[in-house]
Protein backbone atom coordinates (compact mmCIF):
# COMPACT_ATOMS: atom_id res chain seq x y z
CA UNK A 1 0.00 0.00 0.00
CA UNK A 2 1.77 3.50 -0.89
CA UNK A 3 2.00 6.09 1.56
CA UNK A 4 -0.70 8.77 1.84
CA UNK A 5 -0.69 11.91 0.45
CA UNK A 6 -0.86 14.79 1.88
CA UNK A 7 -0.93 18.56 0.55
CA UNK A 8 -0.83 21.41 3.02
CA UNK A 9 -2.02 24.63 2.87
CA UNK A 10 -2.60 28.03 4.24
CA UNK A 11 -4.96 30.82 4.16
CA UNK A 12 -5.07 34.44 5.68
CA UNK A 13 -9.03 35.21 6.93
CA UNK A 14 -8.77 38.94 6.09
CA UNK A 15 -11.50 41.82 6.67
CA UNK A 16 -11.88 41.28 2.70
CA UNK A 17 -12.82 37.76 2.92
CA UNK A 18 -15.66 38.43 5.38
CA UNK A 19 -17.19 41.23 3.68
CA UNK A 20 -17.06 38.89 0.62
CA UNK A 21 -18.35 36.04 2.16
CA UNK A 22 -21.33 38.31 3.61
CA UNK A 23 -22.13 36.56 6.77
CA UNK A 24 -23.86 37.74 9.77
CA UNK A 25 -21.62 36.59 12.25
CA UNK A 26 -18.25 37.48 11.56
CA UNK A 27 -17.47 40.65 9.21
CA UNK A 28 -14.45 41.85 10.16
CA UNK A 29 -11.24 39.79 11.74
CA UNK A 30 -7.99 38.58 10.69
CA UNK A 31 -7.64 34.72 10.95
CA UNK A 32 -4.78 32.02 9.80
CA UNK A 33 -6.57 29.01 8.63
CA UNK A 34 -4.03 25.55 7.95
CA UNK A 35 -5.19 23.09 6.07
CA UNK A 36 -3.87 19.89 5.50
CA UNK A 37 -5.53 17.58 2.69
CA UNK A 38 -5.01 13.56 3.12
CA UNK A 39 -6.19 11.55 -0.08
CA UNK A 40 -7.87 8.09 0.93
CA UNK A 41 -8.96 5.49 -1.19
CA UNK A 42 -12.37 6.94 -1.64
CA UNK A 43 -12.35 9.94 0.30
CA UNK A 44 -10.49 13.19 1.07
CA UNK A 45 -10.11 13.94 4.74
CA UNK A 46 -9.24 17.77 5.21
CA UNK A 47 -8.32 18.54 8.84
CA UNK A 48 -8.03 22.83 9.53
CA UNK A 49 -6.53 24.97 12.17
CA UNK A 50 -7.80 28.14 12.88
CA UNK A 51 -5.87 31.21 14.98
CA UNK A 52 -6.75 35.08 14.83
CA UNK A 53 -8.72 37.30 15.96
CA UNK A 54 -12.37 38.46 14.85
CA UNK A 55 -14.31 41.61 15.64
CA UNK A 56 -17.85 41.54 17.03
CA UNK A 57 -20.31 43.68 19.01
CA UNK A 58 -20.02 43.46 22.58
CA UNK A 59 -23.86 42.30 23.55
CA UNK A 60 -23.70 44.87 26.37
CA UNK A 61 -22.49 48.49 24.90
CA UNK A 62 -22.59 47.34 20.98
CA UNK A 63 -18.89 48.70 20.61
CA UNK A 64 -16.78 46.27 18.21
CA UNK A 65 -14.95 43.88 20.45
CA UNK A 66 -11.43 41.72 19.52
CA UNK A 67 -12.75 37.84 19.85
CA UNK A 68 -9.61 35.23 19.83
CA UNK A 69 -10.39 32.39 18.37
CA UNK A 70 -8.69 29.20 17.70
CA UNK A 71 -10.20 25.75 17.16
CA UNK A 72 -9.86 22.81 14.51
CA UNK A 73 -12.10 20.93 12.65
CA UNK A 74 -12.39 18.13 10.01
CA UNK A 75 -14.36 17.22 6.78
CA UNK A 76 -14.55 14.36 4.66
CA UNK A 77 -15.01 14.58 1.07
CA UNK A 78 -16.39 11.86 -1.26
CA UNK A 79 -17.57 11.88 -4.73
CA UNK A 80 -21.24 10.75 -5.70
CA UNK A 81 -23.99 11.81 -8.35
CA UNK A 82 -24.86 14.64 -6.87
CA UNK A 83 -23.84 17.20 -3.70
CA UNK A 84 -25.19 16.24 -0.22
CA UNK A 85 -24.22 16.90 3.06
CA UNK A 86 -24.37 13.36 4.85
CA UNK A 87 -23.69 15.15 8.24
CA UNK A 88 -21.22 17.47 9.97
CA UNK A 89 -18.08 16.16 8.50
CA UNK A 90 -19.00 14.54 5.48
CA UNK A 91 -19.82 15.99 2.60
CA UNK A 92 -20.68 14.40 -1.15
CA UNK A 93 -19.60 16.22 -4.47
CA UNK A 94 -20.30 15.49 -7.60
CA UNK A 95 -18.10 13.44 -9.59
CA UNK A 96 -18.51 16.08 -12.48
CA UNK A 97 -17.61 18.53 -10.87
CA UNK A 98 -14.86 17.51 -9.16
CA UNK A 99 -13.92 20.61 -6.89
CA UNK A 100 -14.92 22.07 -4.09
CA UNK A 101 -15.30 25.77 -2.80
CA UNK A 102 -13.99 25.72 0.63
CA UNK A 103 -14.68 29.32 1.51
CA UNK A 104 -18.11 29.14 2.91
CA UNK A 105 -16.65 26.73 5.23
CA UNK A 106 -13.99 28.14 6.13
CA UNK A 107 -16.48 30.67 7.04
CA UNK A 108 -18.62 28.81 9.22
CA UNK A 109 -15.95 27.14 10.75
CA UNK A 110 -14.67 30.37 12.30
CA UNK A 111 -18.30 31.69 12.97
CA UNK A 112 -18.87 28.20 15.16
CA UNK A 113 -15.88 29.31 16.90
CA UNK A 114 -16.85 32.42 18.37
CA UNK A 115 -18.42 31.97 21.90
CA UNK A 116 -22.34 32.86 22.44
CA UNK A 117 -21.68 35.34 24.54
CA UNK A 118 -19.61 38.37 23.77
CA UNK A 119 -18.88 41.33 26.44
CA UNK A 120 -16.19 43.40 26.94
CA UNK A 121 -14.02 42.49 30.10
CA UNK A 122 -15.11 44.63 33.12
CA UNK A 123 -14.45 48.30 32.42
CA UNK A 124 -13.92 48.52 28.71
CA UNK A 125 -17.74 48.63 27.20
CA UNK A 126 -18.28 52.08 25.87
CA UNK A 127 -19.01 54.82 29.10
CA UNK A 128 -21.86 56.44 27.44
CA UNK A 129 -23.92 53.35 26.99
CA UNK A 130 -22.86 51.35 30.43
CA UNK A 131 -24.30 54.81 32.22
CA UNK A 132 -27.67 54.94 29.67
CA UNK A 133 -27.64 50.78 30.77
CA UNK A 134 -27.70 51.63 34.56
CA UNK A 135 -29.98 54.88 34.36
CA UNK A 136 -32.94 52.24 32.27
CA UNK A 137 -31.63 48.46 34.29
CA UNK A 138 -34.30 47.23 36.37
CA UNK A 139 -32.06 46.32 39.22
CA UNK A 140 -29.54 48.65 39.83
CA UNK A 141 -25.23 48.12 40.74
CA UNK A 142 -22.98 50.11 42.10
CA UNK A 143 -19.79 49.10 40.19
CA UNK A 144 -17.47 51.48 39.42
CA UNK A 145 -16.41 49.88 36.35
CA UNK A 146 -19.89 49.56 34.49
CA UNK A 147 -20.06 45.89 34.78
CA UNK A 148 -23.39 44.79 34.90
CA UNK A 149 -22.95 41.13 36.93
CA UNK A 150 -26.38 40.63 37.59
CA UNK A 151 -27.13 40.12 33.73
CA UNK A 152 -24.87 37.38 33.85
CA UNK A 153 -25.76 35.29 36.27
CA UNK A 154 -28.05 33.09 36.62
CA UNK A 155 -30.16 32.11 39.63
CA UNK A 156 -28.13 29.09 41.60
CA UNK A 157 -30.20 26.29 42.72
CA UNK A 158 -30.33 26.88 46.34
CA UNK A 159 -31.45 30.19 45.78
CA UNK A 160 -34.38 31.45 47.64
CA UNK A 161 -36.53 32.98 45.55
CA UNK A 162 -38.44 35.35 48.40
CA UNK A 163 -34.99 36.86 49.56
CA UNK A 164 -34.36 38.54 45.97
CA UNK A 165 -35.18 42.43 45.68
CA UNK A 166 -38.83 42.01 44.41
CA UNK A 167 -40.41 45.26 42.21
CA UNK A 168 -42.98 46.40 44.61
CA UNK A 169 -45.63 46.43 41.03
CA UNK A 170 -45.93 42.46 41.91
CA UNK A 171 -46.95 42.76 45.57
CA UNK A 172 -50.72 42.98 44.03
CA UNK A 173 -50.13 39.64 42.92
CA UNK A 174 -49.39 37.91 45.83
CA UNK A 175 -53.45 38.00 47.04
CA UNK A 176 -54.03 36.18 43.78
CA UNK A 177 -54.48 32.50 44.31
CA UNK A 178 -54.98 30.33 41.31
CA UNK A 179 -56.08 26.66 42.79
CA UNK A 180 -56.94 24.10 39.95
Known sequence: MAPAEICKYEYLLDNKFFMDIDGTDVQRGKVRAR????????????KFHFEGVVYVPCDRCLDDMEQ???TDARLIVKFGREYAEESDEILVISEEEGA???AWFLYEFVALAVPMKHIHPPGKCNRAMTSKLKKHAA???DD????FGYMDEEPSVG???ESRDIDPRWDSLK???VEE
Open 35 to 46: LSVERKPASFEL
Open 68 to 70: PVE
Open 100 to 102: LNL
Open 139 to 141: KRT
Open 144 to 147: EDGD
Open 159 to 161: DDP
Open 175 to 177: DLN
